[in-house]
């Protein structure tokens, strides 16, 4: 039988930043360009598309509701249009989430980050946690990648390796270590996260300075999450 309590403990006592990666000279390939706030406008989000086309950003990040409208201003560009669910809690049910994240992608979204349920991950409800994920996942068409948020800030470190690992057994395609709400990512959660799995990563949080992102790209990022695109990705 697997111990799965003695692995995470390895896990957490065997992290460190790998320094020997190769990190592209430009972090702006890995930049989903994030405006999520309620308050963002129409002029808003053409700004941020704007922004993201001329930096060369991956993608942008954007509620449900704007998605059709940037899905037109980003057509037959490079540029990425990734979108939230279950957003900034995760304690929607799952047949809500799974509706939000099908019409996003109706929509025109490439992508969805949604949020675990955080809650039952705490009341050790891992199976709900596994299948609430498990339904979104379906409810896409395979080429649209999941993101999991499991928010970091209010998990210790055992409990960020047990979420990736859920995270992964779900058939997610990344995890995301969080929402920005509860707190900033640190460098150790994706280390933590990058030991645990074999699924990409996307760091999120606080993320506003470019010696931070590289920080978190050593440390295993795939992805990095920023409201602060062009300050991050500036030489």
């Known amino acids: 039988m697997i111990d799965r309590e003695y692995i995470i403990r390895e896990i957490i006592n065997h992290t460190g930043t790998n320094g020997d990666i190769n990190i592209n000279n430009s972090v702006a390939s890995r930049v989903e360009h994030t405006l999520l706030n309620p308050e963002?406008?129409?002029?808003?989000?053409?700004?941020l598309c704007d922004?993201?086309?001329?930096?060369?950003?991956?993608?942008?990040c954007i509620q449900p509701y704007w998605v059709?409208?940037?899905?037109?201003?980003?057509?037959?560009?490079?540029v990425n249009l990734v979108t939230v669910c279950g957003f900034p809690d995760g304690t929607q049910r799952s047949e809500v989430k799974t509706q939000e994240a099908r019409l996003a992608v109706l929509d025109g979204a490439d992508e969805v980050d949604m949020v675990m349920n955080i809650g039952a991950f705490k009341s050790k409800d891992y199976d709900n946690v596994v299948?609430?994920?498990?339904?979104?996942?379906n409810a896409i068409r395979p080429i649209?990648?999941?993101k999991v948020i499991i928010e970091t800030p209010l998990l210790s470190e055992e409990e960020i390796v047990k979420a990736a690992l859920l995270v992964e057994e779900?058939?997610?395609?990344?995890?995301?270590?969080?929402?920005?709400?509860?707190?900033?990512v640190k460098v150790r959660d994706v280390e933590l996260i990058k030991k645990a799995v074999k699924i990409p990563i996307k760091a999120a949080g606080g993320i506003r300075e470019k010696e931070l992102a590289l920080q978190l790209i050593r440390a295993g990022a795939e992805r990095i999450g920023t409201s602060s695109g062009p300050k991050v990705a500036g030489e």
């Open 51 to 60: 922004e993201a086309k001329f930096y060369g950003f991956f993608g942008v």
């Open 170 to 184: 779900s058939g997610a395609n990344f995890v995301k270590t969080g929402t920005g709400r509860n707190g900033p």
């Open 144 to 146: 649209v990648k999941l």
């Open 40 to 47: 963002a406008t129409k002029e808003d989000i053409k700004i």
């Open 68 to 78: 059709k409208f940037a899905h037109t201003l980003l057509r037959n560009t490079n």
């Open 131 to 137: 299948n609430d994920i498990k339904m979104v996942k």
